[in-house]
């Protein structure tokens, strides 16, 4: 088998047996979340369905005993790991729908808003970080500089408002609050990829520069080869092996911190999911949007392994003359 083979098969089942692991932990730390939060949960799922005006200690009970929320702990929480284990989800305790389809609806969202953020993020910061690195100290890098430290000063939720309050309330080109067409997700995902562009600049101004100084940069320069080519050639594929692991780590980020934008504009998301879950306490749709975040973490890293794996070959040669 082949050095690159055998990484390959590594990180695939190292990636798939911390899945597990995260999928486990995550169930059972929800629950129990769930379990130890104040109030009657039947009470307020009850209410979830019907409405708190029709809602009294005889619904409450009724669906209490429907649940099985009066049974104990460990066995609520072997049959959600039983269920889990045959890849059944549940359903919603307030809307009776199944929760792989609440959950896919959702996730389509935050997967939308995500990636937009990321483009958003990359070309602005990696142009701002790569026009940078032309002349470290000129007066594009002081710029850069000032930009980074404004973008990363300001919290998400004050960027979003001011986006909405210039953009939206001002000059009317865009909705403040949505979910559904192209127009809503480009605020949530200004406020994010903004934000994000300010390291995005700095990450990749520094890994430019850094490359830019390698011999092999100044010997491509010496056989007359023109700088936009060196550039294209050598310098942003060798930077792309220090900054696609800053970008995976930066997804992972924006998928934690999606639960505040998508409140803020209202857009469909897992964050917006995983609060009203949390309000209405139920519990499966609530297990299984937190069991989908953790497993999309693992997923971005187990991309971001293959990607430099496939961008930076030395790790593969080393291995294969040990």
Do not use: C, K, M
């Given at each position: 088998m082949s050095s690159r083979a055998t990484a390959l098969g590594r990180i695939l089942v190292h990636r798939a047996a911390q899945g597990l692991g995260v999928a486990v932990l995550v169930s059972v730390l929800c629950f129990l979340v769930v379990r130890n939060l104040p109030g009657d949960a039947a009470f307020r799922i009850a209410a979830g369905r019907y409405g708190y005006d029709l809602v009294d200690q005889e619904t409450a009970a009724d669906v209490?005993?429907?649940?099985?929320?009066?049974?104990?702990?460990?066995?609520?929480?072997?049959?959600?790991?039983?269920?889990?284990?045959?890849?059944?989800?549940?359903?919603s305790l307030v809307t009776s729908r199944p929760v792989v389809e609440e959950v896919g609806y959702f996730l389509l969202g935050t997967l939308q808003l995500t990636a937009a953020a990321l483009v958003v993020a990359t070309l602005l910061g990696g142009t701002i970080g790569?026009?940078?690195?032309?002349?470290?100290?000129?007066?594009?890098?002081?710029?850069?500089?000032?930009?980074?430290?404004?973008?990363?000063?300001a919290p998400p939720f004050l960027l979003g408002l001011l986006l909405v309050v210039v953009l939206s309330a001002q000059?009317?080109?865009?909705?403040?609050?949505?979910?559904?067409?192209a127009a809503s997700l480009v605020l949530p995902a200004?406020?994010?990829?903004?934000?994000?562009?300010?390291?995005?600049?700095?990450?990749t101004r520094d890994a430019v520069v850094e490359v830019r100084a390698a011999d092999f940069v100044r010997f491509a320069q010496t056989k007359g080869m023109a700088d936009r080519w060196v550039l294209l050639r050598?310098?942003?594929?060798?930077?792309?092996?220090?900054?696609?692991?800053?970008?995976?780590?930066?997804?992972?980020?924006?998928?934690?911190?999606?639960?505040?934008?998508?409140?803020?504009?209202?857009?469909?998301?897992?964050?917006?999911?995983?609060?009203?879950?949390?309000?209405?306490?139920?519990?499966?749709?609530?297990?299984?949007?937190?069991?989908?975040?953790?497993?999309?973490?693992?997923?971005?890293?187990?991309?971001?392994?293959?990607?430099?794996?496939?961008?930076?070959?030395?790790?593969?040669r080393l291995e294969a003359r040990a």
């Open positions: 209490r005993a429907e649940l099985g929320l009066d049974q104990p702990a460990w066995r609520q929480l072997l049959a959600w790991l039983g269920d889990l284990a045959q890849l059944d989800l549940g359903r790569v026009l940078a690195a032309r002349r470290p100290g000129g007066t594009l890098d002081r710029l850069a500089t000032a930009w980074v430290a404004a973008v990363r000063a000059l009317g080109l865009l909705p403040a609050v949505g979910h559904g067409d200004l406020t994010l990829g903004i934000g994000l562009s300010g390291l995005v600049a700095r990450v050598h310098v942003v594929r060798n930077a792309a092996v220090v900054l696609v692991p800053y970008l995976g780590i930066q997804a992972v980020i924006l998928v934690e911190g999606v639960v505040v934008v998508e409140s803020l504009f209202a857009w469909q998301g897992l964050g917006h999911a995983l609060v009203h879950a949390v309000f209405w306490r139920d519990v499966p749709v609530l297990q299984a949007s937190a069991l989908v975040l953790a497993l999309l973490i693992v997923t971005v890293n187990t991309v971001v392994d293959l990607l430099v794996l496939w961008l930076d070959p030395r790790p593969r």
